[in-house]
């Protein structure tokens, strides 16, 4: 059994990369591990010729990783956009295992990202004993990818500061990186790119410069249009779940996961399915990916301390922890929502009884 509690994408699906590897016979760019038709098959699953079944691991448009892919096969870079929980990341990560076969060189942007953080560092031991020299130089994820011709990934750009983030520019436009202290610069090998996340929801956001902007397409990752897509995202990545934690629970029952995603996306959009009742939204995002959380958090419950079968008194506890952020405005809005919508639901009285006594 491993003890590894998640694996790099590249690592969870070796098998499917491996089948697709093999049956590719599309034009592959420089350092690309598959032709960019099979990444995208890799993204959005199908069967091969060979009857082998790549799952899919974005429900969604075609088109938007098609886009993606092409940029990543010019000299652009790729930022992914969009609100919290649209799968930016879970793209980003699976990009580059597709195109690299290597997702690791990866910068998680905060507040307290330095241009160190980006460029490069020093082991200021070394630095002391010898001076600036290549021994003393710490290569950054950016500097390896460069060097490698790899996909580097960037999480959450904007929430970099603004002159930290300009820091790219010289990186994007000319493909080379300046190390003034050793008169020398590593200059990007073919297969080099950059993939970066970003939204405009969170508090401490910074605005890209112009500048920066214009060295990135943008592709905007939507919420899932349908219902049922959202469903089948949630389902999916529960499975996932399961099979890693080896839970000793039963597979939640699809009309479970079917009141989580009703009551989020009715939330979201401020109005009921049936288009007949109009509501107030809370203030958080009520994306898929807590949507997912909620789901995982009552099958925990199930299986430690129920019957190991998810129930609404499970669930109950993550609803309201996702809905309401702001312990005034958002429970006024979660309370009118319940007495309004769930208590006039004949199937939900388990649902209305459970979230009722948790408030």
């Avoid at 010289?170 to 610069?185: A, Q, R």
Wanted: aromatic share 6%; net charge negative.
């Amino acid at each position: 059994m491993s003890e590894i509690l998640r694996y790099h994408a590249e690592q969870l699906f070796a098998e499917e990369l491996e089948e697709l590897r093999k049956q590719d016979t599309g034009k592959k760019p420089h350092n690309w591990l598959l032709s960019p038709q099979s990444v995208v098959t890799y993204l959005v699953g199908g069967t091969l010729k060979n009857g082998f079944e790549v799952s899919a691991k974005y429900i969604g448009s075609r088109r938007l990783m098609e886009i993606a892919v092409a940029t990543l096969a010019t000299d652009r870079a790729l930022l992914l956009y969009g609100l919290p929980g649209t799968a930016k990341s879970w793209v980003s990560e699976h990009l580059a295992a597709a195109i690299s076969g290597d997702s690791t060189l990866i910068i998680q942007g905060t507040a307290g990202t330095s241009e160190e953080s980006i460029r490069y560092g020093w082991n200021y031991a070394r630095l002391l004993a010898e001076g600036p020299s290549p021994n003393a130089l710490v290569e950054t994820p950016v500097m390896r990818a460069m060097k490698d011709g790899k996909i580097a990934r960037i999480e959450e750009l904007t929430r970099i500061g603004a002159d930290v983030q300009d820091t790219l520019i010289t990186i994007l436009s000319e493909k080379t990186m300046p190390i003034p202290e050793l008169n020398t610069e590593v200059q990007a090998s073919k297969g080099f790119n950059v993939i970066a996340t970003a939204n405009n929801r969170d508090k401490g956001v910074n605005e890209l410069s112009s500048a920066l902007k214009r060295r990135f397409n943008t592709v905007i990752l939507p919420v899932p249009e349908s219902m049922e897509e959202e469903i089948d995202i949630v389902r999916r990545r529960v499975e996932g779940f399961e099979k890693v934690m080896e839970l000793p629970a039963e597979k939640p029952a699809l009309e479970e996961i079917r009141r989580i995603v009703t009551i989020f996306r009715e939330l979201r959009n401020g109005v009921t399915l049936d288009g007949k009742t109009k509501i107030k939204s809370p203030g958080g995002t009520l994306s898929t990916a807590e949507a997912i959380s909620v789901v995982n958090n009552g099958l925990t419950l199930a299986a430690y301390f129920g019957d190991g079968q998810l129930k609404a008194a499970d669930l109950a506890a993550g609803i309201i922890g996702a809905v309401v952020k702001d312990p005034v405005q958002d429970k006024l809005v979660w309370q009118e929502y319940l007495e309004t919508v769930v208590k006039t639901r004949d199937d939900w009285k388990d649902v209305y009884r459970a979230c009722r006594d948790l408030a």
